[in-house]
């Protein structure tokens, strides 16, 4: 195992970012909703308009785990947040404080960008990731539930009539 070290992904991983989304797919048993391609991931995070950002684990040459955020807002709070979408460490990296590195840069961020909170989900299965923020200090937050429209629910409300 060569040493850690977490940086922030270039255009020139793009493919590395799409192999690891693909294993994040695998892993939540949700391969089948993994369209993006790797020209969609160039242009989402390195097009005119950035709509995220990446950090990359690395062993060496290898990447083993990534998180990708982007900032929301809090109306509450009057600032920006961080918002972590995906979380991933590969399964032999698993226990090695891979995330917890991943997670600690992502903190440093929000906090030198003033961010009022960092958040994300985590699926009500996954009681090793539940059990991990736990321990890191997150409070789940019980009383929220998410609400999403995608496909034909979205382009329908989009074309309603008001």
Not at 28 to 34: G, T
Not at 68 to 91: A, C, I, K, Q
Not at 118 to 141: C, H, K, P, Q, T
Request: proline content about 3%; some cysteine; glycine content about 10%.
């Amino acid at each position: 195992m060569g040493e850690l070290r977490i940086a922030a992904a270039r255009e020139q991983d793009v493919a590395v970012i799409r192999r690891l989304i693909a294993a994040l797919g695998d892993y939540e048993k949700l391969s089948h909703e993994v369209v993006a391609s790797e020209d969609d991931i160039r242009a989402a995070l390195f097009g005119p308009h950035p709509a995220a950002e990446v950090l990359i684990a690395w062993s060496g040459p290898d990447a083993i785990g990534f998180a990708l955020f982007f900032h929301n807002f809090s109306t509450f709070l009057g600032r920006r947040g961080l918002y972590l979408e995906d979380l991933f460490v590969v399964p032999e990296w698993r226990g090695c404080g891979v995330g917890r590195r991943l997670l600690t840069e992502l903190a440093r961020i929000a906090v030198e960008r003033n961010c009022g909170r960092m958040e994300w989900s985590v699926l009500d299965w996954n009681d090793l990731a539940i059990g991990f923020y736990e321990r890191l200090g997150a409070r789940l937050m019980t009383d929220w539930r998410i609400c999403r429209l995608t496909g034909d629910g979205l382009r329908r409300l989009a074309s309603a009539t008001p």
